[in-house]
Nanobody, 123 residues
Framework: QVHLVESGGGSVQSGGSLRLSCTASGSIFVIDTMGWYRQPPGKEREKVAVIDSGGRTEYADSVKGRFTISRDSAKNMVYLQMNNLKPEDTAVYLC?????????????????WGQGTQVTVSS
C-alpha cells in the first residue's frame, strides 16, 4: 500500500505563490506518472499538472505559465510551484502517483491518491 502525504497548502492573496510537496512511501514498486489534481468547491476534480518518469510534463491550460511541476525520483517526491495565484485556483489539491509492479505471472498497475491540501487564494 502506498501512502502519500501532501504539504505546502495555505492561504495567500491574489498574485502570491505557494509550493506544494508530496512524498510517497510504503509499497511503491515502480513509479510512473506523478501529478497534481484539484477539486474546487462544488466542482469536479480536474488535472492540474503531471510529470512522467522521463520528465515530460503536461499542464492544464488554466495554469500554463504560472505553475511548474517537478519530481525527485530518488526521494519519491513531486512538487508543484504555483506563482501568480488567482482566486479561481482555490481548491483542495491532491497528489496522484501511478505505479506498477511486474511478477513472473502478471503485471499490476496502481493509482494512488493523497488526502489533499487546501489552497485558498483571496482577491
Amino acid at each position: 500500500q502506498v501512502h502519500l502525504v501532501e504539504s505546502g497548502g495555505g492561504s495567500v492573496q491574489s498574485g502570491g505563490s505557494l509550493r506544494l510537496s508530496c512524498t510517497a512511501s510504503g509499497s511503491i514498486f515502480v513509479i510512473d506518472t506523478m501529478g497534481w489534481y484539484r477539486q474546487p468547491p462544488g466542482k469536479e476534480r480536474e488535472k492540474v499538472a503531471v510529470i512522467d518518469s522521463g520528465g515530460r510534463t503536461e499542464y492544464a491550460d488554466s495554469v500554463k505559465g504560472r505553475f511548474t511541476i517537478s519530481r525527485d525520483s530518488a526521494k519519491n517526491m513531486v512538487y508543484l510551484q504555483m506563482n501568480n495565484l488567482k482566486p479561481e485556483d482555490t481548491a483542495v489539491y491532491l497528489c496522484n502517483v501511478e505505479s506498477h509492479r511486474v511478477t513472473e505471472i502478471d503485471s499490476y498497475d496502481y493509482d494512488n491518491w493523497g488526502q489533499g491540501t487546501q489552497v485558498t487564494v483571496s482577491s
